[in-house]
């Protein structure tokens, strides 16, 4: 007999129920299966042989419900990455083909669950539903078939929002040391969107259960898991699932992106996603590099961040905003993972230990921080207030620190100093606590109008508060306006100045207050 007959026969040598498996419940023809053993296993990792016609990234089969992706195709074996418990397999066990790539499910009833990249509930809900899955490695939207980024992103962060615009579909990393604010300036542009149609992805990788947990707790509190969906591997899951995390998260993003949605997607973080990445490519015997990373770690972030972008209206118009986080060392910002992210992405937000550690929150570096769509994903408004208030902080914060040796100054770097030392106090934010289009804007002409130059410093977050409180307050009408217009109306300029003075009149030295109200 041939291989094949032989193959065929012993079907009936195995036990009944592996028989019945394999018949079509639909119609009772018998199907043939490939079959793979597998001949060792590690940490996350199986070598299996006898399946010749396995492709990349195909999903298998392993006793127990556990699946993995086909990762390497060597002559007599494969790569399998394993997704689940593996510790009851072991060498010798049978490995079947699905015949389908790594998928994943998609569609409006993901929003308001926390998952893992494989579906499974997370939250005490009961099973997930969905509409439809998507393999969660999908060709990026070719060049023909996008838009410019020209509609902003409010993060309703005052520092980000009036220095570093950000739009639908722009990649923007954020990156800094440890501890630093990272996740809190993605999750507050989360909550920004509450109300504004943007349905938001946070794909958390490795993170600790207590961190994932917080943000959870914090998007609950505020009501954004309404809009919200949320993607876990935890840091003692399997390298597998840390892998897949951020792949899932954007084939369910995209879902949304094509049906002509808004979508805001936030990576937390790709630091961990590089190293399990790191982990299965020395497992698997791939040469390490730099860093001992594999020499493809560049492509496996270009071809996620890729999938970012603005849709023109042919193919419904729809967006997808990427928020990468990165965690740095020493603020070396020259490594080679975030010098790889940098060079993909369309600019950076770098937060500072130095200013953290001062309480400058968000402790946003805005020297090294740049949007290299700027001005072009701005509202109107914020260039007619903010243009040149990036380049008084910078020279600020040069004659600060030529300040601290003891230098006599002269009367106008006096004053520009305090003035400076005003701008930081004002782009200063709490945590949670987004600022609306009106109330940044209200601040932003009151600096430019040298307003807060006699409140005293003290009194600085008090001042700004009674700002913010009073422009929330405008006429609807002239909030539209500051939405809508191209650029800021003369006679709503000199209305929100003298709102802005009026503000701020109980905060001024009485000389000062004679001073400005004039005789």
Known sequence: MNKDSDEFLGIFERPLDEIAAAVDAS???????????IKSITTGIARVSGLPSAGFDELLEFTGGVSGIVFNLDRDEIGVVLLGDFTHLQAGDEVLRSGRVMDVGVGEQLIGRVVDPLLRPLDGKGPVSFSARWPIERRATSIMNRSPVTVPLQTGLKVVDALIPIGRGQRELILGDRQTGKTTIAIDTILNQKGQDVVCIYCAIGQRASAVAKVVATLRDNAALDYTAVVVSGGNDPPGLSYIAAYAATSMAEFFMQAGRDV????????????????????????????????DIFYIHSRLLERATHLNQKHGGGSLTALPIIETEAEDISAYIPTNLISITDGQIYLSPSLFELGQLPAVDVGRSVSRVGGKAQRAVYRAVAGDLKLAYAQFEELEN???????????????????KRIRACLQQAESAPVTVAAQIAVLLALQQNLFDTVPIEQMKTAGHRLQEAANNMPAETIERLLTADSLAPADRDSMIEIARQALEEFQPRDAALRQSGP
């Open 27 to 37: 119609t009772g023809e018998l199907r043939m299966h490939e079959v793979g053993i």
């Open 264 to 295: 805001l997607i936030v990576y937390d973080d790709l630091t961990q996603h590089a190293r399990a990445y790191r982990e299965l490519s020395l497992l698997l015997r791939r040469p390490p590099g730099r860093e001992a990373f594999p020499g």
């Open 402 to 420: 030529f300040a601290r040796f003891g230098a006599r100054l002269d009367e106008d770097t006096r004053r520009n100093v305090e003035h400076g």
